[in-house]
């Protein structure tokens, strides 16, 4: 069920959820993709990034593969 009031677009979950995978493949981006970065990119706050990896907000957005050229 979409909600009205979600900031972020689902292709923005996407992305992030992305972000947090490479970061934690790739230990020498650990720094660039830091989940503070991600939120200010995104203009949310970094409690909102941890619970979409985690998995408590955006529950009904399918969880994609990520392309390794993104």
Not at 17 to 29: N, P, S
Request: charged share 35%.
């Amino acid at each position: 069920m979409a909600r009205g009031n979600r900031k972020l677009t689902n292709e923005q979950v996407d992305e992030i959820r992305c972000l947090e995978r490479k970061r934690v493949h790739y230990a020498g981006l650990a720094n660039v993709y830091k989940r503070e970065n991600i939120a200010k990119n995104y203009g949310v706050s970094y409690s909102v990034v941890t619970a979409i990896v985690d998995g408590y907000a955006y529950k009904d957005v399918p969880d994609k593969w990520c392309e390794e050229n993104e």
